[in-house]
């Protein structure tokens, strides 16, 4: 038996459980991803705050996809959170596009190339 395997087998009670923590205790964890949240913001006076907002929309929708594990719709997905809940804003997953990619010119204001 691989060193995975037997990790797998041990740890399979204990997801469970968690998961069933999880779920029972949904709304008191949002909460207080929520109040953690206001609170780092506070403390750094706003500055990370669009940071902030994405992580705390990352961990509330991990939190659901453990809360909700092993539920399947009627299509063999899995369940949609209900709206607003762990849903990040639009601005969070995206990446900031590269300043020229390659294959393009320069920006005008770029320096000429060295001869």
Not at 10 to 37: C, M, N, T, Y
Not at 68 to 90: I, K, Y
């Amino acid at each position: 038996m691989g060193l995975l395997h037997s990790v797998k087998a041990k740890l399979g009670p204990a997801k469970g459980k968690v998961s069933d923590f999880a779920q029972r205790h949904e709304g008191k964890i949002h909460h207080g991803l929520d109040k953690a949240a206001q609170a780092v913001d506070k403390r750094t006076k706003g500055k990370y705050s669009d940071r902030i907002r994405s992580g705390t929309g990352r961990a509330k929708g991990a939190m659901d996809r453990l809360a909700h594990q092993g539920e399947r719709g009627p299509d063999g997905g899995g369940t949609t959170p209900p709206p607003g809940a762990g849903a990040m804003p639009p601005e969070a997953g995206r990446a900031a596009p590269p300043r020229h990619p390659a294959g393009t010119t320069p920006p005008d204001d770029a320096p000429p190339p060295a001869s």
